[in-house]
């Protein structure tokens, strides 16, 4: 990616090769736009396992990709790379965290109602899983009417999901059956930690589940807004933990030491 200074990645994924004791390295390598074809074959000329791809690489990689998961071809992009005797394989593993973080909390999203705050890459992956895993209904709340309304329409055609937009004005209301409210944008991403989306938290209950796809801080003032209204609430910590752990076993093969690491991940934030 570029740019990749920042990226927490590196320590999660080292932090468990080292609990399995294995022999692997996560290298954080910055890549100009220019040079991503390059830094592709480069991944068959050394013999790399596959590669996280973040901003702003993500959709411009297909171009070098052999074969993509059902879920990256739906959203049109790609965060991990999975090289297989020669091939390289597109996956998004993105929004896949995200609902693995929810089965561990005991929340099923099979027949349920997601309102999605947000239409970026993380809403669209999140969107994109959530109707794979067979919610019923998703509601996409965005102010920018085109990437909201495309979104939707994406949902609507390529899965079985029912899917609509609502144009996200000031003080919005979220729709009365909601049953699992996702914050898809980045407020209140450190260090603007005192950001909140711009809803109605009066119209948040205690039948919805809030979850955040911001990790620093776990715990936003989003999430502390719905817990004082009784909300059960899911950070964004465990999706982030549970996207590193799918990576390490898609490349691996084993099984991710998950709370190993969740505890590297949170020393990288202190």
Aim: hydrophobic content about 40%.
């Amino acid at each position: 990616g570029d740019p990749v200074d920042d990226n927490p990645t590196g320590a999660v994924e080292e932090a468990a090769f080292a609990a399995k004791g294995l022999n692997y390295r996560y290298l954080t390598v910055k890549v100009l736009p220019k040079d991503l074809e390059a830094a592709m074959n480069s991944v068959r000329v050394f013999g790399m396992r596959g590669v996280n791809l973040t901003m702003p690489h993500k959709v411009k990689v297909l171009a070098y990709l052999d074969e993509l998961s059902e879920a990256a071809s739906i959203i049109g992009a790609v965060n991990t790379v999975i090289h297989r005797e020669g091939r390289l394989i597109g996956e998004n593993t993105d929004g896949k965290g995200f609902v693995t973080a929810l089965k561990n909390e005991g929340i099923s999203l099979e027949g349920k109602h997601v309102t999605m705050l947000g239409a970026g890459g993380a809403a669209r992956a999140i969107c994109v899983e959530c109707a794979l895993s067979r919610a019923e209904h998703i509601t996409v709340i965005n102010r920018n009417a085109e990437r909201g309304s495309e979104l939707a329409a994406l949902l609507h055609e390529k899965t079985n999901c029912r899917a609509e937009y609502l144009a996200w004005e000031k003080g919005m209301k979220i729709p009365a059956d909601t049953e699992i409210l996702i914050n898809g944008t980045s407020a209140g991403f450190s260090p603007n930690v005192n950001d909140m989306p711009d809803i109605d938290y009066s119209s948040v209950t205690e039948k919805m589940c809030v979850c955040d796809v911001v990790f620093n801080p776990a715990d936003t003032v989003f999430l502390k807004k719905a817990a004082e209204r009784g909300a059960k609430t899911v950070t964004g910590l465990g999706m982030l933990v549970q996207q590193a752990a799918l990576n390490f076993t898609l490349w691996t093969g084993e099984e991710a030491p998950a709370r190993v690491m969740e505890e590297a991940l949170r020393r990288e934030f202190e």
